[in-house]
């Protein structure tokens, strides 16, 4: 094997490496928790909607101390806009109360986007 072929073997392997990395670092969408919410009549995973797009809130809230305590609480109560004027319905508006345990699986798959 040559070195040009060496090189190429190794930044293939290095590529499907990184790709295998982030796959198994993603959480699954908790589905079941996202129907029961409606959180898609209002967000999408990567594109904004009428809210911003679950990965815009990643990136927004990432490294940001308390900010899943935060979103829990706003998902769970409702709140003030921080995104435009929309403000978070409140949990009788899209799909009932919502358990803190729950609140807590939410928010923490949205900020793993």
Same mark, same amino acid.
């Given at each position: 094997?040559?070195?040009? #072929?060496?090189?190429?073997?190794?930044? +293939?392997?290095?590529?499907? !490496?990184?790709? /295998?990395? #982030?796959? /198994? !670092?993603?959480?699954?969408?908790?589905?079941?928790?996202?129907?029961?919410?409606? @959180?898609?009549? @209002? %967000? &999408?995973?990567?594109?904004?909607? !009428? /809210?911003?797009?679950?990965?815009? *809130?990643?990136?927004?809230?990432? $490294?940001?101390?308390?900010?899943?305590?935060?979103?829990?609480?706003?998902?769970?109560?409702?709140?003030?806009? %921080?995104?435009?004027?929309?403000?978070?319905? !409140?949990?009788?508006?899209?799909? $009932? +109360? *919502?358990?803190?345990?729950?609140? %807590? &699986?939410? *928010?923490?798959?949205?900020? +793993?986007?």
């Amino acid at each position: 094997m040559n070195a040009r #072929s060496l090189h190429y073997l190794a930044a +293939s392997a290095f590529a499907l !490496l990184l790709a /295998a990395t #982030s796959t /198994a !670092l993603a959480q699954s969408e908790p589905t079941a928790l996202v129907d029961q919410q409606h @959180c898609m009549f @209002c %967000h &999408t995973r990567d594109a904004p909607f !009428l /809210a911003p797009s679950f990965q815009q *809130i990643a990136v927004r809230y990432r $490294g940001v101390p308390n900010a899943q305590g935060m979103l829990e609480q706003k998902l769970r109560v409702g709140g003030q806009p %921080h995104w435009g004027d929309m403000a978070m319905p !409140l949990p009788p508006d899209r799909g $009932g +109360s *919502i358990t803190p345990e729950d609140a %807590h &699986t939410l *928010i923490q798959w949205v900020l +793993s986007q």
